[in-house]
């Protein structure tokens, strides 16, 4: 009787320790690795539906990304980017401005604030932002082809035709030549009404009032780091 309740321990110690071998053991931080990669591939599909121009279902899934601190900004950018695509500059704006808070040397950002002055009918800053940012890269040939046709929607005709000799000399292969130069056979010079640009313009970067406009996307909170909430709580 004894030998036999013996043998039965044996086998149920064994039984027990061969469950605890192949039983799957959780590995530290695996859970955060899942969630993780949960939010980039919400990016992925994100970026899917965007190639594809299905743009509110982009937006749905840059959201879900922007959730996770560490693509936050990847996220956050390519949300400003479908808006601006969707010409719906009330949102555009605000996001690029907060991204040139954070980036204030970025051209490709204040390339995108510059082309939503154009398209909201704010040439004047329309011009002076792209003057200065042919001027941070002259060899720009899409910086040089908006700014003289900016000049030519404000009707700074002499401007234009100036800035278009520099484009004919630097970019002659440009397809925007043509179309520069019909303009220009329609007009009639000794009527063009430039408009001299105000005094201050000269004195301050039309961005650094940009950094100077607190709006709605500024309230926006980045998500926190695990680390940062784990240490908050306690």
């Not at 749905?60 to 969707?86: G, N, P």
Request: aromatic share 14%; hydrophobic share 35%.
């Amino acid at each position: 009787m004894k030998k036999r309740l013996f043998y039965s321990c044996i086998f149920i110690f064994f039984s027990l320790c061969f469950s605890c071998v192949t039983k799957p053991v959780p590995i530290p931080g695996d859970k955060k690795i899942a969630i993780d990669n949960i939010y980039l591939e919400y990016l992925n599909i994100a970026d899917v539906y965007y190639s594809l121009e299905k743009y509110d279902k982009a937006l749905e899934y840059y959201k879900l990304a922007m959730q996770d601190f560490k693509i936050y900004w990847a996220a956050y950018y390519k949300t400003a980017k479908v808006y601006a695509v969707q010409s719906n500059w009330d949102s555009a704006l605000p996001m690029y401005r907060r991204l040139l808070r954070r980036e204030k040397d970025n051209d490709s950002i204040k390339a995108s604030i510059a082309y939503i002055y154009s398209m909201t009918g704010s040439l004047k800053k329309a011009e002076r932002a792209y003057k200065e940012l042919v001027f941070l890269q002259p060899d720009n040939q899409e910086y040089l082809e908006n700014l003289i046709a900016v000049y030519f929607a404000r009707e700074h005709y002499e401007e234009g035709r100036a800035r278009l000799d520099v484009l004919i000399e630097k970019f002659p292969d440009s397809e925007n030549i043509q179309k520069f130069k019909d303009v220009l056979k329609t007009i009639d010079d000794e009527n063009s009404d430039e408009i001299p640009l105000d005094e201050e313009d000269g004195e301050k970067s039309v961005f650094d009032e940009e950094l100077e406009n607190p709006d709605e996307a500024e309230a926006e909170q980045v998500p926190a780091s695990k680390k940062t909430e784990s240490s908050t709580a306690d």
